[in-house]
């Protein structure tokens, strides 16, 4: 019996998860993300559930050896990473307070999940430029500087931006 795994709750170890930040766009934890969906105790067994992004993401597997890291230091040695797949994750998942850090570091914020499967069909659609407010915005690559995201370009300010497209 490991007493240790015990002394801890499920809100401690979603507190110390939330220290692990998203590997692609740092400003925002992977609970802000909404990926981080339970803990579980079972015997001598730390289950960590988490809904990839998208099946393709490399991100996750950063995600997978941070949250492991992060069970160790505590002393949780018995982990298990849970990846569940349904329901799906979708961009709602985010929370509002990391939509505002992600306009802050300068990445436009999803507002609804359909739209972007219009950026992954490469159909450019309105998107406020994070910068300067600006509506009048364009797509220049469906790929930004990682898979997860596309990038634009705002035609006012002329700044290129990340559009966060994760499914
Ligand atoms: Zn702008």
Redesign the pocket.
Known sequence: MDFIMTTYSKDQIFNLLSEIPDPEIPVINIIDLGILRDVKFENNLCTVVITPTYTGCPAMKVIEDDIRCKLKEIGIENIKVELVFSPAWTTDWISEEAKEKLRAYGIAPPDHSTVDKKVLLGKARELK??????I??EMISQFGSTACKALYR??????P?DYFKCL
């Open positions: 430029c994070p910068l300067c407010g600006s009048h915005t705002c035609l006012d300010c002329k700044e931006f």
